[in-house]
Structures are given as C-alpha cells and as structure tokens.
C-alpha cells in the first residue's frame, strides 16, 4: 500500500477540555508541538501539524479545542473545532474517568453524518484505569476501537506502537486509492505537452499545484514531457516535435490551443484534471450543462476556495462571469464566497454552482464543501468544465476521459 502523493490524511483529536488531546499530538509527532497545560482550555484554535508516520508517510495532525469549551468565545472555539470534522480524513475521540457526556454523544452524531472513521483513546488510564463496564458500554454504543493509554511517557500504558497501529488501520482506504491526476491516460513513452502561460496571475517564482502534479505524473509514468508557455507554440511545432499524445493547457489557453492542434491529438486543461481528481466529476459533467438553460436573472454561486489577493482580472470574479454572460447572452447575478465561508442565502436559490479546482483543499474538504448543493439539487460545475463549455469545447476537452455528449452545443 502507498501513500497518494498529492493527498496528505488529515487526522483530528477531539475530547472535552484537559483530557490530553495536546499530549497526544505531542506524542504522536515526538515533538513539542502543541502547548499542554492542566488549564481547561488550553488549546484555543485548531493547530495542525505535518509530519512522517513510519509505514504510513507525510500525515496531518489537527489539535482542537475542548468540545465543552463554555462562554461567548468558548462557543466559537467549539464551533470551529466542529468545523474540521468535513475537512478530515480520520478522528481521534479522547476520553477519561470513563466518562461519556452529551459532549461525545452529539461528537459522535456529527462524525456519523459525515461518515467520518473514528476510535477512542481512554487517557490518564494512569489515573483512571478503563472499566469493564464502560468497555462494555463504548463497546455497545461505539462499535470501534478503544485504546486504554497514559501520556504519562514513564507509565507502562503509554505505548505509542498500539496508537500508531490504530491510525493506520482505521485511516479510509480511499485516502490511499486517490486516481493519478493523469497517469491513466498516459503510458511508457507517451509524448505530453504542457502549456503553463505565465502571466501576472501567475506566483513568483513558481508554478501552481496542478501543474507541478501534472509534470510529476508524467515522470511517474516515463513520458516525454514538454513544457512550454503559449506563446511557444509555433516554435514548437515549426522545431518539428513529435505530434504529442496529449496536450494539457491552462484553460484561459483553451481556444488557442485548440485551434493549434489537430483534433484528433487530445486535449484537455489542468483545471479539468484536477476537477476529475478532486471533485465529484460525474457531477461537475452533468451540472456543466445547466449553461444552456440558464435564464435571465438566475443566480449563480462562485466558490473560491483559496484566499488569495484579487488582481484585476481575477478569474473567478471577472473572467468567468465574463464568459458565461457572453455565453448565455442572459442577465445573471453571480455572487463569489471565498476560502470557505458560507454562502449568502440558501443554497436552493442558485441555479448552479461553480466551485474552483479547490489546489488548497483536500478531497474530502471538496465534496463536503459541494454536497450541501448536491443534496439541495443545485446543479454543481467547476472553473475549468464552466470555462471549456463557454469557450465551445467542452466535448473536446472532457472526450480524453471517454465522455462525450452530442447534445452539447459547440459555437
Ligand atoms: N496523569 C496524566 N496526566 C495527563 C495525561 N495526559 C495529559 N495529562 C495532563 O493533563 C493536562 C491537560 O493536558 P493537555 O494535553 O493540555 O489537554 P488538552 O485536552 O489538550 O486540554 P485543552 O487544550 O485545555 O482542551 C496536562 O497537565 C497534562 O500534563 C495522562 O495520560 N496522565
Ligand atoms: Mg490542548
């Protein structure tokens, strides 16, 4: 079994106030991380940690507040250690002195909502050892893992190979089967052309996620890879290169690109490889092809999921609205929410949903940032599938993955 390489587990402890969600996080990492205190409320918000579990690779710790934190600010701290229930992969549920509380009990239905896989740590068993009763009654109620531990490091019960051992089995599968965000259209040999403009939007000194993936999922998979700027394209092609087996390019390229190369070479963005790798795919094709039956006054929600400085020609606020109203030829009102805050009115008000290639969030940050939308029956698209359909190639773009939909118009 290894590790996706893009997609790090995220792992969370949760727990009432001083019961050793720091401790552990400190234990786990063998560092000092996280500030422990016999103050109840030590721990004010979520302090995340990356580092290497053995057998297990790059992980991120998540330390919350205590879930029965008290007062005005308490109740925010609560809020927000709440928050990271659907942006992780694996919970930790901390207990002590064989107590279960209407704190773990509401815990445990919000970690059952989001489908979340969990075990118990009982801590300070130096203190407290764990009772056959409260086995017994965990094991009734809970139905998964108990670990009986002290974060006490002399104390015979602090054996951190049985912790390491439970976060390695109950971490989801599907955090190691992610799809590659292109080694299966590609294989040993294949020629690829990556087309990266490097424009004002572009960060100092580096290329953004997708395409640094792209690049390395070419090397995974022996291709001979080129990658160039837009404006190389006739250089390229008149240096007599080999015809390339795929063309990936930055979606605000599409009609360039498209028009450079022969139909018959695939063609798609990175934006789109990174819609297929992160986001509910299937969905995004669908709901794309709400654009044309968009209607005069729709409402239509932007999701930008990164915080970043907004420059003048600012994708999600600029370009695309640009693009669809030219597309549609309707009055649309096109609201944008950044990072992850919530949307401004029920999500049943917009016609659809567009949520960005998501470089900063995890799978499962993604999904449950949509699923709301989904469940409402909003249809859901993504910037590059959006940008591809207003552009007239959607079919182009979407056919290297076998999907191809004759009722989508072509300008
Ligand atoms: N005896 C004993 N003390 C422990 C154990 N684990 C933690 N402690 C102590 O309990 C106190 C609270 O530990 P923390 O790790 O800060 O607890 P926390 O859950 O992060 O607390 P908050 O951040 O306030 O929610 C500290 O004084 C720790 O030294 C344990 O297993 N046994
Ligand atoms: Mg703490």
Redesign the pocket.
Known sequence: MSLAKHQRPHVGIF??????????I?IISGQDI??????????TDPVAKTFELTGLGPIVLI?T??ID?RGDVGVKRVAASYKKISEIDLAVL?L?NNTWSDYEEALLVEFEKFNLPFFIIH?????QPISEEFQAFLKSRVRCDILE????TS?R??NLSLLVDLLKKNMPDSVFNNPTLLGDLVSYGSNVLLITPIDVQAPAGRLILPQVQAIRDCLDNDCITTVIKEREIETYKAMNYPTPDLVVTDSQEFLKVDAAFDKSIPLTSFSILLARFKGPFEKYLEGTRKIESLEDGDSILVLESCSHHVAGDDIGRVKIPRWLRSYTGKELSIEVVAGLNSPPRPLSEYSLVIQCGGCMLTRKQLINRLQPAIDAGVPVSNYGLVIAYCLGIFNRAVSVFGHHDDSVNYL
């Open positions: 727990g009432c106030r001083n019961v050793g969600k720091s401790s552990l400190n996280a500030i422990v205190d016999s103050y109840a409320g030590t721990t330390d507040a205590g934190d901390v002590i801590n300070k068993s130096d203190i531990f002290s974060a006490v104390h019960l602090n």
